[in-house]
């Protein structure tokens, strides 16, 4: 990032991402300082919980250290980039999040899914390939099942709660949740698994 001046304001243009150096514990710092509170009220407000935006809130100015902030302009843009760092960090935070959750929803349905250590190539593309496939095999049952299920096993609503979205009760839900997993789990091959 560059500065041009042009009469009495102090003008950013944004060029290659590659200028901006690491931040120093000291630049850091004083970010911190200044937005921290702001940036974990937003993270709080973005996903609902304190521990998982206290999550976000590291990632965030872990981010921002590495990636480099040119801190000698405008301070208005800088609040900008600092709670766009924050938004994309709860955004990568419910990500991970969501996939965990498919795979424990699929752990639950009785598929034998193993958890890796750390996502390498590889397991991503194993990762892709399994969600392909339930993605498929939900396509293939019945609205109704399916959307149990997805409220469910993704929206992590009660039986309770799944049913008076669906207008049911929660033994009608069990009923069908029962039946989507058992469709999943003859339609799914083995070897997507």
């Known amino acids: ?95 991970r999040r969501r996939d965990e959750a498919s795979l424990d929803a699929l752990r639950e349905a009785g598929v034998p899914v193993e958890r890796g250590t750390q996502a390498g190539p590889e397991q991503a593309a194993l990762d892709g390939v399994t969600r392909d496939a339930v993605l498929g095999a939900l396509a293939r049952v019945p609205e109704r099942q399916r959307k149990a299920w997805l409220l469910r096993e993704l929206g992590e609503l009660s039986y309770d709660e799944v049913g008076d979205r669906l207008g049911v009760n929660a033994n009608a839900v069990a009923q069908l949740l029962h039946r989507t997993r058992r469709a999943l789990q003859a339609s799914i091959p083995a070897a997507a698994l």
């Open 1 to 95: 990032m560059t500065g041009k001046r042009s009469g009495r304001r102090i003008r950013f243009v944004f060029t290659d991402r590659m200028e901006a150096q690491p931040l120093d514990h000291d630049v850091l710092a004083r970010l911190f300082a200044a937005h921290g509170d702001r940036v974990y009220a937003y993270c709080v407000r973005m996903l609902g919980n304190e521990h998982d935006a206290a999550d976000a809130l590291q990632d965030t100015f872990l981010n921002l250290a590495r990636r480099g902030v040119d801190t000698g302009g405008d301070e208005s843009r800088l609040r900008f980039y600092v709670f766009a760092a924050a938004r994309n960090a709860c955004f990568d935070l419910q990500r």
